[in-house]
């Protein structure tokens, strides 16, 4: 498995990080797209990329980190993403629900890393929540290169169709163990060469939700669901989202 959305930099795995990356080589997760998701996050994203070379990096500044982000970071952003475990641009997009940066900033910080994924390259990881509608019109409008993920996809059948007209694919985490109707219909019938599975770890832990916190090794929950959903065999579910990632990232693994 590779989970394709992570953030293990965060200070809730401070006190046992290295048993996290053990139990995820346990189960089966070979490798991790850690999403550095601002200037404070990158050097610790590097280190992180350092330490353990089943680690792949995106980098961008998070709509919520958009408002005290100035502009001139984009030139560090710019260099990081050149470096060569970078695999993405990201997370990026709009987020209205919690409403932590100004709309104008947001969007002045997804536009750039949109033209910036472009310039150098790179897919697109996209956050959003409750923008739905405005990140999609952006997207439709710009139409990054490289594509990209819509990261977290708790959407349904028709959204999903929007996504494949981009060229994109959809992250499918903990959410897709809560029992969403319309995200379940749109899980089943998706095109397979969408799917990818992530964690978002440490938040959105799937069914059953004993842990309190999520962890890439709890991606076999996510692949049981998968399975229900599709009919398909762990194995099958491996696979195929395997090669989603690797062709989406160009991970050469
Ligand atoms: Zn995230």
Known sequence: MIDTHCHLCDK?????????????????????????????????????????PNVF??????PSESGKVPMSELDALRSHARHARVVAIGETG?????DHAPRDAQER???????????VGLPVVIHQRSALDAVLAILE???PQAGGVLHCFDQDAATAERARALGFKLGL????TYGHEALDEAVRTAPEDMLLLETDAPYLEPEPRSL???????????????????GWEPQQAVEITRR???ELFRLLV
């Open 12 to 52: 809730r795995f401070d006190k046992d990080r290295q048993q996290v990356f053990d139990r995820a080589r346990h189960v089966g997760v070979t490798h991790m797209v850690e999403i550095a998701y601002g200037p404070g996050i990158w050097e610790k994203g590097f280190v992180l990329a350092a330490e353990h």
């Open 57 to 62: 990096l995106a980098v961008g500044v998070h």
């Open 94 to 98: 709009l987020d209205f629900f919690r």
């Open 109 to 119: 910080w997804f536009r750039a890393q949109l033209a910036l994924a472009d310039e």
């Open 141 to 143: 409008e710009v139409r």
């Open 173 to 176: 985490g903990g959410v897709v």
């Open 212 to 230: 309190k916190r999520n962890e890439p090794s709890l991606l076999t929950r996510v692949v049981k669901r998968l399975c229900e959903l599709r």
């Open 244 to 246: 989603n990632a690797k």
